[in-house]
């Protein structure tokens, strides 16, 4: 059909492109809003508090009505033990002490024949009671003050969400903990949730072995004399009846023959981290949490441990293990964004007036009885350095699936072949000293990984998204770093001029007894196998006199790790290329290159420090050394970009663009068409 007599005015063409281009802008905004809100949705996953406490004034809010909490002081004790027995306790309450079921914890003091109870000494503390089960939300600052969370009985979820808390117990107690009879008990979780955008501290000491002693029959503890004096027993706590064992709310523990013979109590309870928990405990929420042992341990448990979520920044500070997972067959989970873990050392004045590292200074980074799981997140791991303590020290095995980590200390336990990621540990000959940096590169000199430690060790645990299988690395020892670094590791590294070149002597893989060196060590190409092969001599031992006369003099030969008796005259010549395998992780005897020739049958050694290694290159490689490697920067948020979540995201934005393209094709084909049909409406 014709359309006759139709002219469009310049006035009606304007306003066709006006509604068609607000038309598009209004999608378009839409689309942005849309996808502005899933974003923030997705970032906003903090948890709903049903109760707020404030730790500055000890005040609580359900509803939106403020109230004190109620307190019980010493003076109100038959009070507090009325509404125990009674079951009248409010969801949370405060003590002035610490209640175990039975009574207040507090000292003891025996006779000296162990007959007779002499005095107490009672712990005295603001302990905020939870009982209840309910999401918590804690902020404000409290000192001398612990969480108790009594989790019998108790069926839920128990959320201690912490905003920009500041929460410092007495040397004596936990700053958290979390109870319970039976540390199989699952029927309550408790979870600790840094809020986002917050930042957190908690300092906490220990609550030493409390004596479950039968003060019924006390003389039955003087056959112990041998190993239980008065002085050893005055450092503990407790002494009850036997029918009044069976009420303790905590779990209870047997001592071993070592615990006996060092005078610990034959039957106790005890909370050795600043935060410890007789069940398995969860870490949650994308905001930091500093924990800080004054005493001993920094987080422990009696179940397993979850840090879950991909999420949160972690750093934690103790004298003992930082994190421990202390039953048997228990296990520690790691999914976060960083998690720093730093055993503290204890110093002392010795003879000649010095500062020095105090001699039973110890402590593993992260210590499982049972397993370790690494998912997600920057992991550094910081043992004792006085000690023969690991980074990651498990009973049943560590498995690497994720992540970035870097974990030093004295000694290795094994890290379990079945990991998903690639992984290498690194022994030194000699320990590596504070302030060295330890650099891994490809065959182009490109920095993969780097490491600076604040302190000395022997051994180290890497492992990376950027390793691969069956690819030569080379390591450095020192040199002049430039980039970002956290903790000293380097998440982005801009410049490298290159330090000593580094050599192992042998190859392992990690398929051994955690915590022992494995027998099947290989040099070169060939596989050695030191398991003792043949029969077992039978006859009768050899007679004769024992040898008589002075020993010879002189020192013993100092053998470097790796070599045997016959190489003592020369360091001996390895490989520095450093391949990991599937079947073999491990790295040791690693020294600073040598090269080696052999003349008149004689070995001649060529130290290869940094200057020697450039001058036997050509000009191009020595040019390519001193050349800025660079590596994309890696900041705290790109950690965690493996996780569910942010890939959600990352799709959710893609649509989103691929949406506003199609948009932006639709309005100009639109603009278009109606120019074309404007035009032949005019002709017609």
């Known amino acids: 059909m014709k359309v006759k007599n139709f002219k469009s005015t310049t006035y009606e063409k304007t306003v066709a492109y006006l509604l068609t281009g607000v038309l598009f802008f209004t999608s378009l905004v839409s689309l942005i809003l849309l996808n502005l809100t899933n974003t923030y949705a997705a970032e906003e996953t903090d948890l709903e508090a049903d109760i707020y406490v404030n730790l500055s004034d000890f005040t609580m809010t359900v509803d939106g009505n403020t109230n004190e909490i109620k307190t019980y002081t010493l003076e109100d004790y038959d009070t507090f033990l009325e509404d125990y027995n009674n079951n009248n306790l409010a969801d949370i309450y405060i003590t002035e002490f610490l209640f175990d079921g039975v009574s207040t914890v507090c000292k003891m003091s025996l006779s000296d024949d162990l007959t007779a109870i002499e005095d107490n000494d009672l712990i005295e503390a603001n302990v905020i009671n939870i009982n209840t089960v309910a999401n918590i939300e804690f902020s404000g600052t409290a000192k001398k003050t612990t969480i108790a969370v009594n989790t019998n009985d108790k069926e839920g979820d128990i959320n201690l969400m912490l905003n920009n808390v500041t929460l410092t117990s007495k040397n004596t107690l936990p700053a958290i903990i979390a109870y319970n009879k039976d540390t199989s008990y699952d029927a309550a979780k408790v979870t600790i949730y840094s809020m986002a955008g917050t930042t957190n501290n908690v300092t906490g000491g220990r609550l030493k072995k409390v004596s479950l002693m039968d003060k019924d029959n006390l003389d039955q503890y003087a056959s112990y004399s041998s190993n239980y004096t008065n002085s050893d027993l005055s450092a503990y706590y407790g002494v009850y009846s036997a029918s009044e064992i069976e009420n303790i709310l905590f779990a209870t523990e047997t001592a071993d023959s070592e615990g006996v013979s060092e005078g610990d109590p034959l039957y106790y309870y005890k909370f050795a981290g600043a935060i410890s928990s007789d069940i398995a405990l969860y870490f949650a929420g994308s905001g930091s949490l500093s924990i800080t042992s004054t005493k001993n341990e920094g987080i422990e448990t009696k179940g397993d441990i979850y ?64 397993s370790i799981y690494i998912y997600n997140g920057l992991i550094i791991t910081k043992a004792c350095e006085q000690s023969q303590d690991s980074g990651l020290d498990s009973n049943s095995g560590i498995y690497i699936n994720g992540g970035t980590v870097c974990s030093t200390g004295n000694m290795l336990d094994a890290i379990s072949e079945e990991s998903s990621q ?8 000699q320990k590596v000293e504070a302030g060295t940096s330890i650099v891994i590169t490809d065959d182009n000199e490109n920095v993969v990984m780097a490491y600076t430690t604040d302190r000395a ?22 040199g002049e770093l430039e980039g970002t670094i956290f903790n000293g590791y380097y998440t982005s590294v801009s410049s490298y001029i290159t330090g000593t070149m580094q050599q192992y002597t042998s190859t392992s893989s990690d398929s051994f007894a955690a915590g022992m060196p494995n027998r099947e060590e290989t040099t070169g190409e060939t596989v050695i196998d030191k398991t003792p092969t043949g029969e077992v001599p039978t006859g009768e031992m050899p007679t004769g006199e024992v040898p008589t006369g002075e020993m010879p003099i002189g020192e013993m030969p100092n053998l470097d790790f790796g070599q045997s008796a016959n190489e003592i005259t020369t360091q001996q010549a390895g490989s520095t290329d450093f391949v990991i395998t599937s079947s073999s992780h491990s790295f040791s005897g690693i020294s600073d290159a040598v090269l080696v020739t052999v003349a008149d049958s004689e070995t ?8 020697e290694l450039m ?21 705290s948020s790109e950690l965690a970009a493996d996780t569910d979540d942010v890939e959600t995201s990352d799709n959710a934005q893609i649509i989103t663009y691929i949406v506003i393209i199609a948009f932006s094709l639709v309005l100009i084909i639109s603009m278009f068409s109606i120019n074309v049909l404007f035009k032949k409406l005019d002709k017609e």
């Open 457 to 478: 060790y022997q051994s180290i645990v890497l492992s990376s998204s950027d390793l691969a299988l069956d690819t030569s690395y080379h390591l450095y020892k020192g």
């Open 615 to 635: 001058e036997s290159t050509d000009e191009t490689t020595s040019e390519t050394s001193k050349e800025a490697t660079e590596r994309t920067s890696v900041d």
């Open 422 to 429: 690639v992984y290498l540990t690194l022994t030194f000959s």
């Open 604 to 611: 001649t050694e060529l130290a290869a420090d940094e200057n």
């Open 307 to 370: 840090f879950e979520g991909g999420e949160g920044d972690y750093t934690i500070t103790a004298y003992d293990d930082c994190i421990n997972a202390s039953s048997n067959g228990s296990l520690i989970s790691i999914s976060v964004n960083s998690l720093v873990v730093c055993c503290a050392i204890e110093y002392e004045i010795n003879d000649n007036g010095e500062t020095v590292a105090a001699s039973d200074s110890e402590g593993d980074g992260i210590d499982s009885n049972g």
